[in-house]
Each structure stands twice: as C-alpha cells, then as structure tokens.
C-alpha cells in the first residue's frame, strides 16, 4: 500500500530533522562546517585536552599532575572563568600547555543564540586570555561540542579553527572514579585520537575533580604500555595554537 503524502512528508521532515540535530551534537558533524577532531591515524601520538577550566582546587592539582608526568596539555577555558582566576591560565602558559577557546559563559541553551552572541562570546574570551598571556588562541571548542551556523560561523570568522575530540572521560558531568575513566579511554584510544576530560566546571557550578586528577598518571602510562605517546595538540592536529596577530577586539 502506498504511503499517504502527508505521512511521506511529515516521516522526510523528521529525518531530516534528526540529521540535523546528529550534525549538531556528533563530534564528527561537519554540516556546519569544518572541525577538526583528530591527527594522523598512522602515528603513535594522541593529545591530552581539558574543558571548563580554569577553576581553584581543581585546576592548579592537574597542572602539578601534568608537570609530574611531563605532559603537555591543551585547556579549553571559559572566559568568565579566565577573569575569576587568571593566575591559573598564567600558570598554564608558563609551564607549557596551551589555552583555546571555550566560549565566555559556557551556557547550556546558548545553541539557541545567533551571529551577535556567539561572535560577543568568543571574542570577549579571546581578550580574556590575550590580558593575561597576551596571546590570542586559534583553537576553540563550542560548549558540548554542539556546533551550529552561528556558532561555527563566529569562531571561523574570528581566525579559530572548531576542535572536537575523539575520546571523551564524561568526567565532567556526575561523580566518576578513576577506574571508570580508564576503562572508558584506555581500551578504544589509537594514534591521532584528542582526549577530552575536565579541569574546572561552567560558572555557577563546581564539581570534584579527583577522579580526573587521579586517572592522569595512569591513563599515560597505560596509552605508553600500547605504544601510544601524549603530543602537543597543535602538533597532533598540525594546527596554529594561536593567531599571529594580538589586538583586543575590546579595543576596537
Ligand atoms: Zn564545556
């Protein structure tokens, strides 16, 4: 029996919908245009990121991890968290690891917003970080990885490249031990794989990083056991960490 035309439509429009929402929130989603989520599958090295930092009594014990271990880490930092504590984005930098781009207030139904939030967003966290280590990042990762036209549309426009990530700790969202963590990445991580966990938690919220502290030492050493060696995420991705030019938009 031939399926009624209203029917026909209505079952088009929905899948068509759900694509559209998958593009949205599956990291690989390019609809909206370019991302970038992984390096070279044929090497051995992947890449360490942490998200909705920088945050007191979390940030500072994965830095001192990160520095026990030698690894160089890239944080993805929240702009409003940057003027709350930017000896902790300072310190970042000076010890080596690189800061990217995670919007300024890391709103949950930001997606919603259009063109003027999301270029206000992003460039009022670029001149937070440029105030501290004069430096204007490259990289920024969109709040839940969620990507949308005006979202993908701003961070392009303002010279940043959308990251996403392969592996992710969900250590950000409820309470996680180490083991779980472990268990999530350790077993599926191959060359070229970006590792996303979190340091610090949206404005307005805290969470306890122990977990996240705790699995850093071993998650090295049993990617190390797989042949597996942590890089730079600039070098992993083959990407500029930060734009040539530094002038504050807010100077403009
Ligand atoms: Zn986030």
Known sequence: MPIPVPIAIGGAAGLGAAFV???SVWPGGR???RIYRHGDRTRRHYAITFDDGPTAGATERVLDVLGEAGVKATFFVIGRNVERWPDLVARMDREGHLVGNHSYDHWRYGACRHRRYWEAQVRRTDDAIIAVIGKRPAMFRPPL???TLYINGAATRTGHAVITWTQRARDGVRVITPETILSRIVPHTVGGDVLLLHDGAEPGRSR???ATVACIAPLVRQLRDKGLEPA???ELLKLPA???AVTSFAAQ
């Open 21 to 23: 929402g998958w593009q």
């Open 31 to 33: 609809m909206w245009g």
């Open 145 to 147: 990885g969620v990507k």
């Open 208 to 210: 306890d990083a122990s």
């Open 232 to 234: 730079p995420l600039d």
């Open 242 to 244: 930060y734009q040539p």
